[in-house]
Nanobody
Framework: VQLVESGGGLVQPGGSLTLSCAASGLESDYYSIGWFRQAPGKDREGVSCISSFDGSTRYADSVKGRFTISKDNAKNTVYLKMNILKPEDTAVYYC??????????????????????????WGQGTQVTVSS
């Protein structure tokens, strides 16, 4: 499995960025792709995730209403549209994938898929800096 993030950069507070995560080698129809971030001196935290089974999504409270996750199945790419960015959104953003059975995928709505412990493969990260 290979995950490649792109789209990070420097943006002013209130601005927008869209991150992309291109996935290859998944070899499974049942997976969750998550976005995580890690600021200097802080733990890596879950931001959002999306299920391949039914397209259901989940967001951390800190980004609800500002970030939107989506996927393009034809391109095997997941996007994170980030609006109304704040300085506290500054971090390295990673995408990751968790894979499992069809039964596991059906239960994703009951699991804490923003926990990094579920995810097996990680991208290299992309820096997002929100500053004036």
């Amino acid at each position: 499995v290979q995950l490649v993030e792109s789209g990070g950069g420097l943006v002013q507070p209130g601005g927008s960025l869209t991150l992309s995560c291109a996935a290859s080698g998944l070899e499974s129809d049942y997976y969750s792709i998550g976005w995580f971030r890690q600021a200097p001196g802080k733990d890596r935290e879950g931001v959002s995730c999306i299920s391949s089974f039914d397209g259901s999504t989940r967001y951390a409270d800190s980004v609800k209403g500002r970030f939107t996750i989506s996927k393009d199945n034809a391109k095997n790419t997941v996007y994170l549209k980030m609006n109304i960015l704040k300085p506290e959104d500054t971090a390295v953003y990673y995408c990751a994938v968790a894979r499992g059975s069809r039964e596991w995928a059906k239960s994703l709505g009951t699991l804490d898929m923003l926990s990094r412990t579920w995810y097996d493969f990680w991208g290299q990260g992309t820096q997002v800096t929100v500053s004036s």
